[in-house]
Structures are given as structure tokens and as C-alpha cells.
């Protein structure tokens, strides 16, 4: 499985964007990469996946380097609600035991109002 | 619509009692899985149920800990003889198929097992 590297923690306003990295250089060409958040008390939800090309849907939207070893997830305009714990997971696109989410660490995200 | 539900919300026991907890995905998901969150800890994998295909068992931890799946729906992750070191919060997760990488997992709220 790819390695992954987030920062612990960060910090935002609300309404500021955000911006999320997260190292991923043994990925592999067809891994593709998550993104899950765990919000306080509640089991994780997905957030956004990609490939090669930049990523967009209602939650967030997603960079991911043109060498595809590192990645950033976007929030736009952070609010209250978006405080939780976001994890950055490389997924192989099929076969195998590509079911298995391989969750890290994570980046805990704090919001100030 | 209704997602994943898993009960107890809590569950408190003591060393050396059989625990069982409970998983109701959502309707239509052919897939399963189960996770586990200790104190501080990343989430980690213990099984996936796939229609009637065998689970992957390869994550439990050891032969204390059991799972199945009746009627590819609801499943039931039961641990034998509880020790202290199981004291987490399960999770359980559902999607509508499994290795195509666009399915994504619907987890539910989890149950926090806590071993006295």
C-alpha cells in the first residue's frame, strides 16, 4: 500500500478556504486517491476521488500534482461544519484487496467562527 | 434515506464476556465491512462480506473475534471473551458493489465497546 504523509493539524476561519495536503509519493499509476473526513463522534464519510485530473463536486474539490505524488483537498469556504479529521487514501482502481480502505492519521481540521 | 445503523450506540461489558454487535447496511449494498477505532488510533480493517462470496476475514485480530452476514443483509461482528485491549469504537460500512474504485463506503455512526 502507498504511504502516506498528512500534516496533524490545521487551522482555518470560517469562510476562508482551505486547503489540505497530503503526500502520497509511492503511489502507484493506478492508485487512485480518496478522501475521507471523520467528523466529532461519527463514522468517516467520503469527500471527493480523483486520478490524474483535478476534481470537483458539491463538498470540495481535489489537485492532485501532475506527478501524482501529492494531492490537495480544497474546501472553499470552510464552515463550522466542516471540523473533522480528513484522511488522504490511495485506492488501486480494481483487483486485489482494493476494498480495504488504509486509513492514516489524518489532518485534524479546527474552525474558528 | 436511511443509511447504515449499528447497535448498541454503546456497549459496556466485562472482561471476559461475549459481546455481540450489530450492523444493518444499506438496502441494496451487496458489500459489507467492518472497522475498527482504538483511542488514538487510525481505522483498521477486519472484514468484508461481498453477496455470497467468502469473507475476508484476513483483519481480525484474533480467533476471539467472528463476523457473519445472514441473508446478505444485516451482519453481527461478535467477540468471545473480551479482554481490555478490545475496548473501541466498531464500524461498520456499506456500498453498492466493492472494487470498482468509484464505490464509495457509507459508514454508520459506530458502536464504542469499552472493556472493564
Known amino acids: 500500500d502507498a504511504k502516506t504523509t498528512q500534516p496533524n493539524s490545521m487551522e482555518s476561519n470560517e469562510e476562508e478556504p482551505v486547503h489540505l495536503p497530503c503526500n502520497h509519493s509511492t503511489i502507484s499509476g493506478t492508485d487512485y486517491i480518496h478522501w475521507y473526513r471523520q467528523l466529532p463522534s461519527q463514522g468517516p464519510e467520503y469527500v471527493i476521488h480523483?486520478?490524474?485530473s483535478n476534481v470537483n463536486n458539491r463538498m470540495a474539490s481535489l489537485a492532485i500534482a501532475e506527478d501524482r505524488k501529492s494531492s490537495t483537498l480544497i474546501l472553499h469556504r470552510a464552515t463550522l461544519r466542516d471540523a473533522a479529521v480528513y484522511y488522504c487514501i490511495p485506492r488501486p482502481d480494481s483487483g486485489g484487496s482494493n476494498y480495504k480502505l488504509t486509513f492514516g492519521k489524518g489532518t485534524l481540521l479546527t474552525v474558528n467562527p | 434515506g436511511a443509511g447504515v445503523s449499528q447497535s448498541p450506540s454503546n456497549k459496556v461489558t466485562e472482561k471476559g464476556k461475549d459481546v455481540e454487535l450489530r450492523c444493518d447496511p444499506i438496502s441494496g449494498h451487496t458489500a459489507l465491512y467492518w472497522y475498527r477505532q482504538s483511542l488514538g488510533q487510525g481505522l483498521e480493517f477486519l472484514i468484508y462480506f461481498q453477496g455470497n462470496s467468502a469473507p475476508d476475514k484476513s483483519g481480525l485480530p484474533s480467533d476471539r473475534f467472528s463476523a457473519e452476514r445472514t441473508g446478505g443483509s444485516v451482519s453481527t461482528l461478535t467477540i468471545q471473551r473480551t479482554q481490555q485491549e478490545d475496548s473501541a469504537v466498531y464500524l461498520c460500512?456499506?456500498?453498492?458493489?466493492?472494487?470498482?474504485?468509484?464505490?464509495?463506503?457509507?459508514f454508520g455512526p459506530g458502536t464504542r465497546l469499552t472493556v472493564l
Open positions: 460500512a456499506s456500498s453498492q458493489g466493492s472494487t470498482e474504485t468509484y464505490n464509495e463506503q457509507f
Open positions: 480523483g486520478l490524474t
